[in-house]
């Protein structure tokens, strides 16, 4: 194929970027193949065609192009159909007035119409589809080639412009209808009649592109008898002869010739009509006058007794008053069976069984005279014998032309007989054939008992009417020349003569059409003198293709997985016919799309994609197998099949009833993926977990794996982080950011899939499914998957221990307000070595129940007074498990119970600063005197030996604590009565308490 530098670089880019897409071409663009050749000013209409989108039923944009011959290298813009402004300016103001269009006849297909061609709109025109989706998979434009020539069809008519006849008259017009294209063209010709009474003009007869006769509507009559016809003489003239012209033929009369060409596609089209000039025909009618009285009719017969091969003349006379200002119509009848019969206006007509015998000028009759009629019948058979009658009956002529029959009267009857001659000329048929549409039709007439030259008439009349009147085929003379007639005029039929006494008529291609009584008359001549005719008739019976050609759709194997090799059987049982062959798919829930054609010739047309299918023919004895061959099926295989079969006839294809559907399916394979993974997991938290879970089944060549995590809590699984078959990882919606930078998935060798937990919470338990999806590849490329495998491990995470433990034990202490207090706070064992401390000193009065926060020293070394007495009181920290407070002289009121809290924290990455324990100290009982009270003694002074001392200590040390017993009980009863001043510890107002630090501090 040729074509410009652009739009071949354009195609064959779009193509291959199709096959790089796919490996093969899907998109399929199509317009009617060219050249168009179109005559100035007539239209243009160009089909443009596509398929193969995903999206079948969106409407698809198409922009039409043209290269001119005198510029090939530059591709001009037309029209389309989603941009108005998409027209180059020299085509602008044809489009807006609607002078050329483009209409959408289905989503896919429109169809482009220039209304009336210019000598420039010759050139190369291109349909080209706008693609909707993504990528490019397959051709998106065609072209084709549009020549526009000249008209050169020429019509003229020599009559005058206007005539005027007598009803009953003769007619004759000429008209010249001639083309000197150069390509090859067929004319049709029509002659019109347009009355003044009628909207439209109606046909009287025409001869169309196929040189086949055919009459007008109202016509038909008159053309079977003889009285219309049409004659062409020579090249270019075509004559209509009407031979009694009757009122309803008054109007204007003229031809129409049409200049036909064939497309590539093998269809025709019109590129040119003319019209002759008319001709104004004026009829006048005879004046009706009306009379009652009867009718006499008079029969006589020149002989009434003959030999076969001589003429039968049969005279009529009737009479009646004023029977020259009268219509009647008069009849020959022989045993009630009509021969010819004569009507008002003196037209000829012929009964059924004799209109062969009229075209073959065996009857005649006319009118002779006034009242005489007379019938001759040459020659005579010995089937003629019988008796005759005239009968004759008067006809009233109404305003409207119609006429009104009025009783009938009959003559007496005349007996004719007829012996046969010494030749005995008789003719013998098969009384039934039958004939399988499509093939040839043969019949054979055998003659006996010859006598001189024979000449044959073949007739055929359909079987269904038997009241209608043969008409001829085909004839063979006396000299052996063949002459077609009337629609047979283009058939491929042939009358031959084998041997002396055997004739044959052979039709080639028969249609169902063609059945009906065929008859076979020989006559006998001698010196060109037709002395005897025999006939014998055949009833030929044309059987439908369908009828014997029968179509089945099987398999071996319709349900198959993919990969597999899948064979249908289309087997066409019956006589060998030229067909045609396709095979087509509807996947479900779409369209059925036509896979391949097979031509009677052997030809093939691809609808699809030719690698996904193979064709082979098998021929057997009384049947042609076909077979459809899908090697490696896919899932785009799948749906229901059928095979169509057409049958060519007379270059008419017939579709026969289609094949049963046959489902293919095409399921995938059962997965064989075996999993395994570990079945319990227990980790602390702030660990790192990873769960894994991997394939230890063997893989396809072409495997590839999507992969999903899911964590069940409470019977409820919620989807965490799944990995595609393309590895493309992708977090559920629910799952938080802050989780997200914890949480990730990776495939290692084997392979295997793994699920990484950073910094483990306790919140992280549960159930962890793995569920692993295999896909594999299909012969073509797509991908497929199989069913869901999952295995699951269950996940504990457990907080540390806590080992805080704080000095607990409970002391007595009496000092004086000159002295300070230290209230100590040590830690005995701790969780980690990492862990910090916030430690808050407490204060209670003996006789309340309520604990007071006085000092709290945070683990980021902020220190707090929690009363705003910070100027007398002093925080130690001398060792890191070892804390203090002291406070400066205190005073009587700041006696009381006091004791420290430590909250154990620990840092975890995912948590931030978690408080591992709380504990308490124990009490320290504090009693502040006065000055010039009795001294506290804190520790025994020894100022004797050890062992005294060791004995005075624990004497005091009983005496103060009975004495501090005494003492708190005493203080209990009068706790009420006793108003003392602000101490340290009361607390201020205003005061708000810091109980827990953040993670900042």
Avoid at 412 to 417: N, T
Wanted: aromatic fraction near 8%; charge should be negative; hydrophobic fraction near 35%.
């Amino acid at each position: 194929m040729k074509c410009p530098l652009p739009s071949c670089l354009r195609a064959h880019l779009l193509f291959c970027l199709g096959l790089l897409h796919c490996g093969e071409a899907r998109v399929h663009t199509e317009v009617q193949a060219g050249p168009l050749y179109r005559v100035v000013g007539s239209p243009l209409s160009i089909s443009c065609n596509v398929s193969g989108f995903a999206s079948h039923d969106t409407r698809k944009d198409i922009e039409f192009r043209v290269k001119k011959p005198a510029n090939p290298t530059v591709e001009l813009k037309i029209i389309s159909t989603r941009d108005p402004g998409f027209s180059y300016a020299m085509y602008t103001v044809r489009v807006r007035s609607k002078e050329i269009t483009v209409t959408h006849v289905t989503p896919n297909s429109v169809l482009f119409e220039i209304h009336s061609l210019q000598k420039g709109d010759e050139g190369e025109y291109e349909c080209s589809v706008v693609n909707p989706e993504t990528a490019y998979h397959g051709t998106y434009g065609a072209i084709t080639t549009v020549k526009v020539i000249d008209n050169s069809l020429s019509v003229s008519s020599t009559a005058s412009p206007s005539l005027s006849h007598n009803e009953g008259d003769a007619l004759t017009l000429t008209c010249h209808a001639s083309s000197n294209s150069v390509q090859h063209t067929h004319l049709s010709l029509v002659w019109f009649l347009h009355n003044d009474s009628e909207d439209d003009a109606r046909p009287i007869i025409s001869l169309d592109r196929d040189f086949t006769l055919s009459p007008g509507s109202g016509f038909e009559w008159r053309h079977q008898a003889g009285l219309i016809r049409l004659d062409k003489t020579g090249e270019a003239t075509y004559k209509l002869n009407v031979a009694q012209l009757q009122l309803s033929d008054q109007g204007r009369i003229y031809c129409q010739a049409q200049e036909w060409i064939q497309d590539p596609d093998n269809s025709w089209y019109t590129i040119a009509q003319k019209e002759a000039k008319e001709t104004i025909l004026n009829v006048k009618a005879r004046e009706v006058v009306p009379d009652t009285s009867s009718l006499v009719v008079i029969i006589s017969a020149q002989s009434d007794t003959l030999q076969e091969g001589q003429e039968l003349s049969l005279s009529c006379n009737v009479d009646a008053q004023k029977l020259e200002e009268r219509f009647f119509s008069l009849a020959w009848l022989r045993d009630d069976i009509e021969l010819a019969r004569i009507g008002p206006t003196g037209i000829l007509s012929a009964g059924p069984e004799y209109s062969g015998r009229v075209k073959e000028g065996e009857l005649r009759a006319a009118r002779i005279g006034e009242r005489d009629y007379r019938l001759i019948l040459q020659p005579v058979r010995t089937e003629d014998q019988g008796e005759y009658i005239c009968r004759a009956w008067l006809q009233d002529r109404g305003q409207d032309g119609t006429f009104t029959r009025r009783a009938a009267h009959d003559s007496r009857s005349q007996l004719v007989s007829i012996s046969s001659t010494e030749s005995g000329l008789s003719v013998e048929m098969q009384n039934s054939v039958g004939v399988h549409e499509g093939h040839r039709l043969e019949l054979t007439c055998k003659v006996h008992r010859v006598n001189g030259q024979l000449s044959v008439t073949w007739r055929r009349k359909p079987a269904s009417a038997s009241a209608a009147a043969f008409t001829s085929v085909i004839g063979l003379s006396q000299q052996g020349v063949t002459e077609k007639a009337g629609e047979f005029m283009s058939r491929k039929v042939r009358a031959t003569r084998p041997a002396t006494d055997t004739f044959t008529l052979e039709l080639e291609e028969v249609t169902l059409s063609d059945s009906g009584v065929y008859q076979c008359a020989v006559s006998e001549w001698k010196i060109n003198s037709k002395t005897n005719s025999q006939s014998q008739d055949a009833t030929v019976t044309v059987a439908p293709t369908d009828s014997f050609v029968k179509v089945f759709l099987i398999s071996r194997n319709s349900k198959v997985t993919v990969g597999d090799k899948v064979e249908l059987m289309c087997r066409v049982r019956g006589p060998r016919v030229p067909i045609t062959l396709t095979w087509s798919l509807q996947r479900y829930a779409s369209t059925q799309d036509n896979i391949l054609t097979v031509y009677s010739d052997g030809a093939i047309s691809w609808f699809g994609d030719e690698q996904r299918y193979q064709l082979k023919v098998e021929n057997k004895e009384n049947e042609v197998v076909y077979y459809l061959l899908i090697n490696g099926a896919s899932r785009r295989e799948a749906g229901s099949y059928q095979c169509w079969v057409s049958v060519f006839l007379e270059n008419v294809h017939k579709k026969l009833p289609p094949s049963n559907q046959l489902a293919v399916l095409v399921q995938n394979p059962v997965s064989e993926l075996v999993l395994t993974s570990t079945p319990a997991l227990t980790t602390n938290t702030d660990a790192d977990v990873e769960i894994k879970c991997s394939v230890i089944s063997k893989p396809s060549a072409s495997s590839r794996y999507a992969v999903t995590w899911l964590l069940q809590q409470q019977a409820e699984n919620r989807t965490i982080v799944s990995s595609d078959q393309d590895a493309l990882v992708t977090f559920a919606p629910q799952v938080q950011q802050s989780h997200r930078q914890r949480i990730s998935m990776k495939r290692t060798k084997g392979p295997s899939f793994e699920l990484r937990i950073r910094q483990a919470r306790s919140s992280d338990n549960g159930s962890y499914i793995c569920e692993v999806v295999e896909w594999l590849q299909e012969p073509h490329g797509d991908w497929y998957q199989l069913s869901t495998v999952s295995k699951t491990t269950e996940l504990t995470v457990i907080e540390p221990e806590t080992n805080l433990s704080i000095l607990k034990e409970e002391k007595w202490l009496n000092m004086s307000g000159s002295q300070d207090l230290l209230i100590p706070c040590h830690i005995t064992n701790q969780s980690s070595s990492e862990s910090e401390f916030q430690v808050t000193w407490f204060w209670q009065k003996e006789t309340e129940a309520e604990q007071r926060p006085i000092y709290t020293a945070y683990r980021n070394s902020t220190l707090q007074d929690r009363f705003g007495k910070g100027d007398q009181l002093r925080f130690g920290h001398p060792l890191p498990d070892q804390f203090s407070l002291t406070v400066l002289k205190p005073s009587p009121e700041d006696s009381g119970l006091y004791f420290c809290e430590v909250e154990e924290w620990l840092l975890s990455l995912s948590h931030g600063w978690r408080k591992l324990a709380v504990e308490k100290s124990g009490y320290l009982t504090v009693n502040v005197y006065a000055e010039g009270e009795v001294k506290a003694v804190s520790e025994p002074e020894c100022k004797s030996d050890m062992w005294m001392g060791i004995l005075i200590a624990v004497v005091i040390c009983s005496l103060l604590v009975v004495f501090l017993l005494v003492l708190k009980i005493c203080r209990s009863k009068v706790s009420g009565g006793n108003k003392s001043h602000p101490n340290l510890w009361a607390e201020p107002e205003q005061y708000t308490l810091k109980t827990k630090p953040s993670a900042d501090d």
